[in-house]
Structures are given as structure tokens and as C-alpha cells.
């Protein structure tokens, strides 16, 4: 009764926030990366082309038990409200109760931590979950009541079991471990670590339990790292309107008003940075933010969700900043409900747009939800009715999508420059001499039929399926059937990137 009585507030903004993503993941279907990456996990591997293999290992083990679809998002659900209480005893062992509950509820109620980070089968839900632990954990070491021995190690071993499982997820991860190495070089107070074994032991375990990543790129020829990092290479001089790009996008996935607050924080605690709590945790927010925000300077557009990591540490600051001005109860309540109407609205629509597209778009702009249409419609292809063989598709993107409506019994490959993980998807050499079907998008066809002609005996005639959604049609296909495979497959991409 005690936990219930001192927590009930963050216990109910937890649950309420769970329920609502538990809404939004039955109403919504999977979308381009969910699929994807279902359908790549269903081979385990040490790791994976495009990230480190945490959330595929989850996703392959969630969907044996509870299918690929809804089910599948549920272990990402429930970690991520296990992560809003970390975070919540985090900000309250920095700054308390109050500003506790401002920065959990601006934390749950923003689009990305809500909808991404919070409910779908990606990696940041398993990336924030391990930075939460590990800085939970630092925080008692840093500005807790001086623990005993035995406390000591076990909490550095909670880091590296946090920043381990952090690695495990995401190669930015090892930004948050550059600001942790920042404050400790700011603090000097804090650098009495440094002479203490344990921290060592801590890195050592992180390393191990992040592991297989860089095994399986050792294997690979670096193609994950290489991946990742060409995203940053300088190419075409500078590029300052995608800076812009990045930062609106920043904004859109916190909400504008939040996106200030946010700001308001960081400015707020940088004026008294001489106070450890608030260095601690500027530390861990800026690295993230600052890199990827700028990075689309001189390399490729950015993606927005790559700075979260660091906004994270942004919404203590929030509740500190806004407790400490006395900001009214009246204030916070209007603030929270215009939160709450936003992000429902938002849902609302997204979710009726992906279920009916009834929503009128200019002609040049393509959907976005389309991205969580099903593909099921594909299964009653004619193409496909006698079980080929095999299925290869022309876009790493559109092979997720079909390989979840035609179930794991059918293998899928691709046939592209840029495969993503699908070039490592095993099994292809059993297939020599089979028949299979060609998928691509009816506007690719002639390009696909071209490349794939090498590789079998002959290639069949052409036949056309448009997929529709609530009756109207929105995706126009064209399945080609291919005669005796004359190579294993994953076909060889010569021009593919960790290909």
C-alpha cells in the first residue's frame, strides 16, 4: 500500500498511457520497418544488416508465440511502460515527486515516444529501456547517500547490463556512453571512479553482452557499420535546408509546445550547470542532438528518431524547470489536456486515414499511412495459388510487406542494389532449379523482368493485381512467373551496399 499511496500518480499516468498504445497497435496495422523486420527475424541471427539485433530477437520470439501482427508489438508495449518507471524513479531521485510527474507525462504524451519508441516493433523502445537502466543506476552512484560496497557493484554492474542492452539496439547508443565519459571529465568530484574497479567491470560487461553485434560485422565485412556510418559521410557540399528539415521534424515528433519547454529546460539547466544533477543530464541530452541534428549538414537527410536518445535526458530538465518556476496546477492541467487532445487527434486521423484513405491528399503527395496497409490481398494472386517455390521481390521495403501476407512457409528474397538484410537471408541454395514468382511494382516491371532473366530457364507473361483498400485501389503489381532457377539465392549484388 505504501508503493501505491507515494507512486499512484505515475502508476496511473503509466497505465493510462498502456492502454492507449494497446488501442493504437489493434487499430493500426504494421507498418514498412515492422514488417520488415519481422520478416527478417524470422531467422535468428548473432545481428543484422541494419541495426544490432535486440529488437529482432524479440520480435522473432514474439511472433512464434503470438503471431505477426498485434501480438508481436506487445513485448514492446510492456517494456516500454517498465521503462516509463525507471525513467519516472530517475526524476525522482534527481529532483522529486513533482517534477517526476511532469517529465514522465510530457515523456509518454509526445508522438514519438508514444506511438514509435512506444509501441512499434523498432529498436528505440529497447535502446531507451537500457539508457534508462544504466542512468538510473549512475544517478544513485553519483547523488545518492554514499552506498556500501556491495551496492556500488551492484549498481555499476546495472549500468553495464543497461548500456550493454542499449549497444545491443542501437549503434548510437555509444553517444549516451560519450556523454556519461563528458561528465565525468566536468565533474570533478565525480572522478573518483576512475581509481575504482568496478566502472571497468561495467564496460567489460557492456561489451560482452553488445557482442554479437560486432561479431556478426567482423563475419560480414563491416557491412552494418559501413552502413550506418555512410550516412554521415560528406557528399555534395553543404546542405543547411536539410538541417532545417531535421529540426522541423524534431519538432513535429515532440510537439511544438513541448519542443520549447524542452528547450526551455536545457537553457535553464545550463545556467546552473555548477549543479551535478543538471550537468549529468545535459551531458547525456546534447551528444545525440547536437551530432544528429547537424550531421545532415554535409551528409544524407537525417531521420528524425536518431536525436531521441538525447531529448530523452531533455524532459527531467522539463519537470525541474517548470517545478522550480511554480509553474500553477491550472497551467499544467491545460497543458495536459491540449497534449492529450493533440496526440489523440493525431491518432484518430492516421489511424481512419490507414483504415479507409478517404482523407483527401494532393496528387503529388504520397500517403504515409499506406505504410500500415496489409498486403493480405496478395494471397488470393492466381500467380500464387500453387505454391511457388520461392518469391523475389524488386524493393527491400515491399519484400516485408509480402513476406508477412504469405507467411513464413514461403521464402522471400530480393533482387535489388540496395537488399538491406534481406542479402543474408540463408536457404536459397536448396531452391536450384525451382520455380518461383517475380513481385515488383507494375511501374518497375520491364526493369525487374530484365534483371532476373539471367538467373532462370525462361520467365512467364506478365499478370497484374492492384491492392485496395476500403475498395480503392492503391497499389498496382505485376507478378511474373520464373522458370529453373539457374543460382542460390540471395542472388550476388555486385553493387549492393555490405552486399
Not at 36 to 53: E, K, M, N
Not at 187 to 213: D, E, K, T, V
Not at 316 to 336: F, H
Request: charged content about 15%; aromatic content about 12%; some cysteine.
Amino acid at each position: 500500500m505504501g508503493l501505491w499511496r507515494e507512486d499512484s500518480p505515475a502508476i496511473i499516468i503509466i497505465a493510462a498511457f498502456l492502454g492507449a498504445r494497446l488501442a493504437l497497435a489493434s487499430l493500426l496495422g504494421l507498418g514498412i520497418d515492422e514488417s520488415y523486420t519481422l520478416a527478417i527475424a524470422r531467422t535468428l541471427s548473432l545481428s543484422y544488416f541494419d541495426h544490432p539485433p535486440l529488437h529482432q530477437w524479440i520480435a522473432h520470439f514474439a511472433a512464434r508465440g503470438l503471431g505477426e501482427g498485434f501480438g508481436a508489438r506487445l513485448p514492446f508495449i510492456a517494456l516500454f511502460a517498465v521503462t516509463g518507471w525507471i525513467f519516472y524513479r530517475l526524476t525522482l531521485d534527481l529532483f522529486g515527486a513533482r517534477a517526476a510527474l511532469i517529465a514522465l507525462f510530457a515523456f509518454n504524451v509526445t508522438p514519438f515516444f508514444f506511438a514509435s519508441a512506444g509501441t512499434w516493433i523498432v529498436p528505440d523502445g529497447p535502446l531507451l529501456f537500457g539508457l534508462c537502466v544504466a542512468v538510473w543506476a549512475l544517478a544513485r552512484l553519483f547523488f545518492a547517500e554514499a552506498p556500501d560496497s556491495a551496492s556500488i557493484w551492484r549498481l555499476w554492474l546495472a549500468v553495464g547490463l543497461g548500456f550493454g542492452l542499449a549497444g545491443l539496439s542501437k549503434y548510437s547508443a555509444a553517444l549516451s556512453v560519450v556523454g556519461l565519459a563528458a561528465f565525468v571529465g566536468f565533474a570533478p568530484a565525480q572522478r573518483r571512479w576512475l581509481a575504482h574497479p568496478a566502472p571497468f567491470f561495467a564496460a567489460a560487461l557492456a561489451l560482452a553482452i553488445a557482442s554479437p553485434a560486432f561479431v556478426w560485422n567482423a563475419e560480414h565485412g563491416w557491412a552494418s557499420f559501413a552502413f550506418q556510418g555512410s550516412r554521415g559521410s560528406p557528399a555534395g557540399g553543404l546542405k543547411p535546408i536539410q538541417v532545417l528539415g531535421m529540426a522541423l521534424g524534431e519538432i513535429a515528433y515532440l510537439f511544438p509546445w513541448t519542443f520549447v519547454a524542452l528547450i526551455g529546460g536545457l537553457a535553464a539547466a545550463w545556467r546552473k550547470r555548477r549543479d551535478e544533477r543538471r550537468l549529468f543530464l545535459i551531458c547525456l541530452a546534447l551528444p545525440p542532438i547536437v551530432l544528429f541534428t547537424l550531421t545532415p549538414l554535409w551528409g544524407a537527410r537525417g531521420l528524425p528518431q536518431w536525436t531521441m536518445s538525447g531529448w530523452l535526458f531533455a524532459f527531467p530538465l522539463v519537470g525541474l524547470w517548470l517545478d522550480e518556476r511554480a509553474t500553477p496546477p491550472s497551467v499544467l492541467r491545460r497543458w495536459a489536456f491540449v497534449s492529450c487532445s493533440a496526440l489523440a487527434a493525431v491518432a484518430a486521423v492516421v489511424v481512419v486515414q490507414a483504415s479507409t484513405g478517404l482523407l483527401p491528399l494532393p496528387r503529388s503527395v504520397a500517403d504515409p499511412t499506406l505504410e500500415a496497409f496489409s498486403w493480405g490481398g496478395l494471397r488470393d494472386a492466381p500467380a500464387l495459388q500453387n505454391k511457388p517455390a520461392f518469391v523475389l521481390s524488386t524493393r527491400w521495403s515491399d519484400a516485408g510487406k509480402i513476406a508477412l501476407a504469405l507467411g513464413p512457409a514461403t521464402p522471400v528474397f530480393v533482387l535489388s542494389s540496395d537488399p538491406r538484410g534481406w542479402a543474408s537471408v540463408e536457404g536459397g541454395q536448396k531452391l536450384l532449379g525451382g520455380d518461383g514468382v517475380l513481385i515488383a511494382r507494375a511501374a518497375d516491371v520491364s526493369l525487374a523482368r530484365a534483371a532476373a532473366a539471367p538467373a532462370f530457364t525462361s520467365v512467364g507473361e506478365m499478370q497484374f493485381v492492384t491492392l485496395a483498400r476500403n475498395g480503392r485501389p492503391e497499389i498496382a503489381l505485376a507478378l511474373v512467373p520464373v522458370h529453373g532457377l539457374t543460382r542460390g539465392l540471395p542472388l550476388p549484388y555486385p553493387d549492393a551496399r555490405g552486399g
